[in-house]
């Protein structure tokens, strides 16, 4: 895991948090002290793409020769300015004031210290200074970034006069942070997937790009509450809150920024606020399309020109010799290591093949490490041998796209031993997530892949209609825009007899919507859930959509949780019910929502699945992406198979339009049935796993009712199968947050610090 840290106080000095100091102070704390997996100060990006050249100052040197100038001796430790407001050998330096990560290169120092802490690649972190002489004035951006050295600096200039969305319109995932004087700002994404996290301390504000570092350092409890409404509500960010399963830890908003002035916090959109009475004037859907496949060409092109990677050599060396029947790329993939170069997901849906023919196609830009002449990029599809059937033509598609003679196809193929709930153990995330009983599963499937390798997630929420646009756009009296894909669900429904019925129930919901205000919204969804009303469960697309057109409905666990921890979470939505979202028009406020949701969930599966020197990257989740998607007028994007057509369009205008039958047509992984086959083989481990649950000690389920939905799911009853995965990745998170035994944070008089000392807080009922 990946992370930044800082923090912003009244105190201007910390001690061994990152005093200014001389070249040679700052190459032990940055560069030898840092141990495997950490990088040193030097190459942190090659000539013409970052302030730093390779061989030249890192950033704690540069950050000193901002005051090279003024000081002759070069070597002698540099004082004065507000960096020496607190000497650290004065009596009254606390643990506080000692503190630092473990394993952690130092990015710049007092008064307001920040640090990268986790294995960064060199060209990921990119630090610039608005003038030598000004050394308090500078720009941190972490993560893969298309902008030049100078559009960069023009975003400084920017951020210091307060306009802080230049910061985030640049193509690439990445996370930017600016310090002007004693006021830093902390910018996060607009999907979430890469969040801002805080927590008061030491008179002042820490901050850090994880939620778990923040509570080992102020030694956080469980917010049992949230770990509630993340079960019950967990689309409905009016119930989550701002909150973290951490308590006192926060997170700010997606598309919001955090602004530290010497330790007093702000969090201030930088997102335009459209009008809540009427709605935006209606795009041409021609120039939204382009408008789409600029920022998805600009996506892929930032990664496919930073710098490439190859895996860390293992020992033994790379290709220990012939292994009868296994090639090289094979024997590697067995040993967990992805090849050099990059690559991308090919699973036959539309968003990776849009992505890995994108990637392919870019002129000067192949996929292999040397970048040779006509060099192929790495194609990897899935093969699940245990439940082949319904697949055959999501695979036959595949096929057809890797004929392509830009790409190189492998076929990753596994049966029982890849199912899901196979192979429980894994990784410490920041946080829970359902992507924990799969990641086992996906983790064989990208070993084979890249050490960069594009994946298509998020790509549906951002492209999709959510069925809740329905009510938007009667609110702007375009019914005529609802014929079509009220038609679509109809034929959907006409297996049952009920079609002729479908237009008049879904028209009558979406009417429903349009008129409950957001009050009266989150109101009904609180008492739904004091009620016990939470069992129902979506059969088909019809009831799927019917149960999408409301302000806020309960999660797939819901029907597992206790009537206290329901209960909890309906107080939480009446308390939201007089703070209105962003927008108040259904439609733009659930997709946003659902896009948070997906987005958050997306960073727990990178975590579970990670390879050792691979970086995931999801384009459609880039800051760009989702403002061009967000362009498309309602009308386009509510009609049936809208995000197919918008790819087709998007691979038509870079070359590509000859494309195989069935494209667009809609995939949904995980397969029920290879779900259920994994239930069955794990059956007896998941019943172990809730013989004592931690989510029952904590009041949130009752044990014997989850082992009983368990022995439902694996005799093929009809049970909520997401809603059972959260349960078991919830428990398992728990289970491996309790049996750490390390921690976060180190320091010379700093006594030991670790979230959730005391355990999961034991329930007590109300009536006992």
Do not use: K
């Not at 088909?540 to 959509?545: K, L, Q």
């Not at 259920?676 to 007896?684: I, K, M, N």
């Amino acid at each position: 895991m990946r992370w930044l840290v800082g923090w912003s106080s009244i105190a201007a000095s910390f001690g061994t948090a990152g005093r200014v100091s001389g070249p040679s102070t700052h190459a032990r704390r940055t560069g030898s002290a840092h141990g495997p997996g950490s990088h040193g100060t030097n190459g942190h990006r090659a000539n013409g793409h970052g302030a730093y050249p390779r061989g030249g100052p890192g950033p704690a040197d540069g950050y000193a020769a901002g005051y090279a100038a003024g000081h002759a001796d070069g070597g002698a430790p540099l004082h004065g300015g507000i960096a020496d407001a607190a000497h650290p050998d004065d009596p009254g330096a606390d643990a506080e004031r000692t503190v630092h990560p473990v394993g952690a290169q130092l990015l710049w120092g007092d008064p307001d210290p920040l640090w990268a802490v986790g294995d960064w690649r060199p060209d990921e972190i990119r630090l610039l200074t608005a003038d030598p002489a000004d050394p308090f004035t500078r720009l941190a951006v972490l993560g893969c970034c298309g902008a030049t050295d100078a559009e960069l600096r023009r975003a400084l200039y920017a951020a210091r006069g307060g306009a802080l969305r230049h910061l985030t319109q640049w193509s690439g995932s990445y996370t930017a942070v600016v310090q002007t004087g004693r006021r830093i700002t902390i910018v996060g994404d607009l999907a979430g997937a890469r969040p801002v996290f805080y927590t008061p301390w030491a008179s002042g504000t820490a901050y850090a790009t994880a939620a778990l570092p923040l509570a080992d350092l102020i030694e956080a409890q469980l917010d049992i509450g949230h770990l509630a409404a993340l079960l019950a509500c967990p689309d409905s960010p009016e119930a989550l809150g701002d909150g973290t399963p951490y308590a006192g830890v926060r997170r700010i908003p997606p598309g919001h920024a955090l602004i530290l002035r010497e330790g007093s916090r702000e969090i201030t959109g930088y997102e335009p606020v459209a009008s809540l009475a009427v709605s935006a004037p209606e795009a041409d859907p021609d120039r939204a399309v382009e408008g789409v496949r600029e920022a998805l060409v600009d996506a892929v092109r930032a990664r496919l020109t930073a710098p490439r990677h190859a895996p860390d050599t293992p020992r033994p060396p790379y290709d220990p010799g012939p292994v009868p029947g296994m090639g090289p790329a094979d024997r590697r993939a067995a040993r967990g290591a992805p090849a050099p170069g990059v690559g991308a997901d090919l699973s036959g849906g539309s968003a990776s093949a849009t992505l890995a023919l994108l990637a392919a196609g870019l002129p000067g830009a192949p996929g292999t490490l040397l970048s040779p002449a006509g060099a192929r990029l790495l194609a990897v599809t899935f093969n699940d041998l245990a439940t082949p059937q319904g697949r055959e033509a999501e695979m036959e598609r595949a096929r057809a796209i890797a004929a392509d003679p830009r790409l190189h196809h492998v076929v990753v193929a596994a049966a029982e031993e890849a199912l899901p709930y196979a192979d429980l153990d894994g990784p410490l995330t920041d946080e829970p997530g359902p992507s924990l009983v799969f990641a086992a599963r996906e983790r064989r499937r990208l070993a084979a892949g890249s050490a960069d390798h594009f994946t298509g997630h998020g790509a549906r929420q951002v492209l999709d209609a959510h069925p809740a646009r329905m009510a938007d756009l009667l609110m702007d009296r375009r019914r005529r825009h609802l014929l079509r894909p009220v038609a679509a669900l109809a034929r959907s429904a006409s297996a049952s007899g009920e079609s002729l019925l479908v237009p008049l129930t879904v028209y009558a919901a979406a009417r429903r919507l349009a008129r409950t205000p957001y009050r009266a919204g989150m109101e009904a969804a609180a008492a739904r859930l004091r009620e016990g009303r939470v069992t129902g469960s979506a059969s088909g697309a019809v009831d799927a959509s019917l149960a999408a057109l409301t302000w806020s409905r309960p999660g797939p666990a819901a029907g597992w949780l206790t009537g206290e921890a329901l209960a909890e979470v309906s107080i939480r939505l009446t308390a939201a019910a007089g703070r209105p979202p962003l927008s108040l028009r259904p439609g733009e406020a659930r997709a946003r929502s659902v896009l948070a949701r997906h987005a958050a969930d997306h960073r727990v599966f990178e975590q579970a699945v990670e390879v050792r020197s691979q970086r995931l990257h999801a384009p459609f989740l880039d800051n760009q992406v989702v403002r061009a998607a967000r362009a498309l007028p309602e009308s386009l994007r509510v009609q049936p198979g809208a995000r197919a057509a918008i790819l087709r369009t998007v691979l038509s205008a870079t070359g590509v339009r000859e494309l195989p039958p069935g494209w667009g047509a809609t995939a949904h992984a995980p397969h029920e049935t290879a779900t259920r086959l994994g239930l069955r083989a794990a059956l007896d481990e998941l019943l172990s796993l809730f013989a004592a649950p931690l989510l029952a000690d904590a009041g949130l389920i009752e044990a014997r009712v989850v082992r009983q939905a368990l022995l439902d799911a694996a005799d093929g009853r009809p049970v909520p199968l997401d809603g059972l995965a959260e349960l078991v990745s919830m428990e398992l998170w728990l289970r491996r947050l309790l049996a750490r035994r390390g921690t976060c944070w180190t320091g010379t008089t700093a006594a030991r610090r670790r979230a959730v000392p005391e355990g999961v807080p034991i329930h007590r009922s109300a009536l006992s």
